[in-house]
């Protein structure tokens, strides 16, 4: 289970702000999850690109197994709302999405004993910076 750039596919570590990391190991994550953060590179929030997936960001994301393209948004377990697209980060898909960047794809174990590719097509930080201002504002 370890992030690859689709491009020449050798194995890259994921990219954390330092909030999403803190947050992230302080939830005791499970051993898969918990393996990529260690590997991760941890960096201030203002310097992580825009095109890395993060906690609220908005991933437009494929299945290569399934060949399905879906989209949801990354959160903590207790914003998690599937019918709003609001993906758990310690659900499988959560997990394996974290940290990457667009054109990055993983290999990841899913509860029923597939693994799966997923890829990276975009990723939108809009949710991230309208729930960060609208916490500033209550």
């Known amino acids: 289970m370890s992030a690859r ?5 050798p194995e890259s570590n994921i990219v954390l702000s ?3 990391f803190v ?17 991760a590179i ?3 929030t203002e310097s992580v690109q825009t095109d890395v997936v993060t906690m609220n960001a908005r991933v437009h994301y494929r299945d290569e197994k ?7 948004r990354i959160v903590f377990p207790d914003e998690a709302d599937i019918a709003q697209g609001k993906v ?3 659900a499988p898909v ?22 799966r590719r997923l890829t990276v097509i975009a ?16």
């Open 94 to 115: 959560g997990a394996a999405l974290i940290g990457l960047s667009v054109g990055q794809a993983i290999d990841w174990d899913f509860p029923d004993g597939t693994e």
């Open 18 to 20: 330092e909030i999403d």
């Open 88 to 90: 758990s980060v310690l």
């Open 123 to 138: 990723v939108d930080q809009a949710a991230t910076t309208s729930e960060a201002t609208s916490t500033r504002q209550h």
């Open 66 to 72: 399934a060949g399905l393209d879906r989209e949801v």
């Open 23 to 39: 947050r992230l190991m302080a939830m005791q994550p499970p051993p898969t999850l918990r393996a990529e953060l260690e590997r």
């Open 42 to 44: 941890v960096i201030p």
């Open 5 to 9: 750039n689709e491009e020449n596919m």
